[in-house]
C-alpha cells in the first residue's frame, strides 16, 4: 500500500509517517515507480505505536515494542527491551500518582481550614461573611 492508504488506515497523517521514517520506527521501502511502500506489518506497527502514545509513551519509548513485532512477537511487548519500558512506565506513573495525591492532600487541608475560618466568622458575625467579589457585583 502507498503511504496515503496506510495513514488513511493508521488514523494519522502522511507527515507523521514521514517522521516515523526519519525516526527509524517505520521501514523506507520504495516501489520501482519511487513511492514508498507498506505492508500488514507496518500497519501494526503504526497502531502499536499509536496505542503506546495515547497510554502516554513518548515516541522513543514505543521503539522496543515495534522492534519486537518485527522479530516476530504477534503483540510487540513479549521481548525483554518491551518489558523494561513497561516496567518504567509504571514507575514513573506511581510516582506521579504520588505527587498527585501529596498535592491533594494539600488541598484538601487549605479547603477545611478555609471552610472553618468561614465557619467561625459566619458565628461571630451571626452571618455567613461577604466576600468582597461578591460586593463589587451588586
Do not use: W
Amino acid at each position: 500500500m502507498r503511504i496515503g492508504e496506510l495513514a488513511d488506515r493508521a488514523g494519522t497523517t502522511t507527515r507523521t509517517l514521514r517522521y516515523y521514517e526519519s525516526r527509524g520506527l517505520l521501514p523506507a521501502r520504495r516501489g520501482g515507480n519511487g513511492y514508498r511502500t507498506y505492508d500488514e506489518d507496518d500497519l501494526r506497527a503504526l497502531r502499536q505505536i499509536r496505542t503506546l502514545q495515547d497510554f502516554g509513551f513518548e515516541l522513543e519509548e514505543t521503539r522496543p515494542f515495534v522492534e519486537c513485532l518485527r522479530a516476530g512477537h504477534p503483540e510487540g511487548d513479549s521481548c525483554p527491551a518491551s518489558l523494561a519500558v513497561y516496567r518504567n512506565k509504571l514507575a514513573e506513573l506511581d510516582a506521579l500518582i504520588g505527587e498527585l495525591s501529596a498535592v491533594r492532600e494539600k488541598v484538601g487541608a487549605q479547603l477545611a481550614r478555609a471552610e472553618q475560618a468561614m465557619d467561625a466568622l459566619a458565628t461571630q458575625h451571626g452571618a455567613e461573611p461577604r466576600c468582597e467579589l461578591e460586593r463589587r457585583q451588586e
